[in-house]
């Protein structure tokens, strides 16, 4: 296509002409805010590596759950801090495990609000690995898939609307599918952790979810940064075995990466603005280097540009807060 070039420049934009002409708008709708859940004890510890994040007791929790209901947010992850870990990640499936109990809870209280849950093994064994161990000391991929199976139909039985695998064994979610099928549970999406890259960015979570490895690291079953065109693959075999959301993370070293799912699979696709790049914005904020406001909009605004249709983030909150303070910033004095 040509363009004209009798004319060439820039437009002078007013602040209505921007808004007429924008590509890209994030609404509350599209953005998931994650906490983490402890068992015991009553209110909320706050995570030192993640400011405004908390470790949240069940009572506690639901006070805040009716708060941002009422700022308008939607949907929610959870992981679930359990008191105990063993070799088998036990507490991950057990009935009144922390999540099943919470998501029970939740439920109850708030049947409109959209439940999902993390299904992995690291934050409930005692290695913290995100699957289960072979007698020789190596993930047991397979039988860490009916570990996984057996976790997500339990989430499912108790309320979970959306499940969401991010332990990274190969056929996972094909395992949870059938599982959740078998179970009586065929209408119950999968979010699927798909290109889930090994990166440092998940280092305050693992500050707060203690889930650190005992030993070694998750390079074994997390892509390597470098990678791109294995993302794809990644992602496609995730739709393949029966993915209904599939996630790129984190999201802002890996924006091109969610461009390309986003061109190359016409399918719902999620971005997790992880731990690490909460963290940081905070702490620049913090120290008055940076304006956090618009720095988040402008962040989460890049991550919907870069074709994310949904944004796990833990800035959710804020941003809701933010809006409702001021929902239309232009809002101006009536002349008459
Ligand atoms: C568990 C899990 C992790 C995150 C989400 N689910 C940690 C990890 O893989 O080490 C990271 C989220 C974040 O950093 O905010 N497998």
């Keep these: 296509m040509k363009y004209p070039s009798y004319r060439p420049r820039r437009m002078r934009r007013s602040e209505g002409l921007r808004k007429l002409l924008r590509e890209t708008e994030f609404s509350l709708s599209s953005l998931i805010m994650p906490y983490f859940v402890k068992e015991e004890g009553r209110g909320k510890d706050p995570i030192e590596a993640m400011p405004g994040q908390f470790r949240w007791s069940p009572d506690s929790l639901l006070e805040e759950l009716e708060e ?20 088998v990640a036990s507490q991950a499936f057990a009935q009144k495990g922390v999540i099943q109990e919470i998501v029970r809870l939740i439920k109850k209280n708030f049947p409109e609000l959209i439940v999902i849950t993390d299904v992995c093994l690291c934050g409930y064994t005692v290695h913290g690995h995100c699957g289960i161990l072979s007698d020789q000391g190596e993930i047991d991929n397979d039988a860490s898939l009916k570990i996984l199976q057996r976790v997500a139909v339990s989430h ?17 979610v094909r395992a949870i599918r059938d599982a959740l099928d078998a179970a009586g549970f065929k209408s119950t999406p999968i979010l699927s952790y798909a290109a889930k890259y090994a990166s440092s960015f998940y280092g305050p979570f693992r ?74 914005i905070k702490a620049a904020a913090q120290a008055g280097w940076l304006d956090e406001k618009k720095v988040v909009f402008e962040i989460l605004t890049a991550i919907r540009r870069a074709g994310a249709q949904l944004v796990l983030t833990y800035h959710a909150k804020e941003v809701s807060q933010w809006l409702k303070e001021a929902p239309n910033s232009s809002a101006r004095n009536l002349k008459v």
Excluded at 72 to 87: A, H, V
């Design 68 to 87: 941002i209901q009422e700022l308008g947010l939607g949907s929610i992850l959870l992981f679930g801090l359990p008191q105990e870990k063993d070799e």
């Design 156 to 172: 499912a039985e108790a309320g979970a609307d959306i499940v969401a695998p991010s332990d990274m064994m190969d056929g996972r």
């Design 207 to 280: 500050e707060a979810a203690h889930s650190s490895p005992l030993f070694g690291d998750r390079k074994s079953y997390q892509m390597d940064p470098a990678n791109r065109e294995e993302a794809m693959r990644e992602i496609q075999m995730d739709i393949e075995e029966g993915a209904d959301i599939v996630m790129v993370k984190p999201a802002l070293a890996y924006l091109d990466v969610i461009r390309d799912a986003k061109q190359k699979f016409q399918f719902p696709l999620a971005a997790y603005n992880v731990s690490g790049e909460y963290s940081m």
